[in-house]
């Protein structure tokens, strides 16, 4: 669908119809790239990560994941993805924001937490 379709709304039903055709791929992406069983949490956690980054295939977080490494590592691998680029120096710097965002995923990952409250 194109950015024109959109300009006067849409619908809840539509959002949700959308928003679950996107994520199709980033379940494949996940059922693809991880070779340990996974709870349903860590499932959709991970494929809330990789919607919100597009970047689990190949990432240090699935590697970690598939390694069965430890829950500290497996944090730290979720926080390599905190940083955004700051527009006057071009450097990486945190960004509480996505800080946030990462927290809740770890948390929904490693204590099966749905609560979104970072």
Known sequence: EKEKDFKDGITKEKAVELFQSDSKSYEKTIQNGVTVKLTQTQFDALVMFDFNTGGFDGST????????????????????????????????????????????????????DYKRDH
């Open 61 to 112: 977080l699935e590697t970690r994941i598939n390694a069965s490494d430890t829950e500290e590592n497996i944090k730290a691998a979720f926080l390599m993805w905190n940083k955004i680029t700051d527009p006057k120096t071009k450097a990486k710097v945190v960004s509480d924001g996505l800080t946030n965002r990462r927290t809740d995923e770890i948390e929904l990952y490693q204590k099966g």
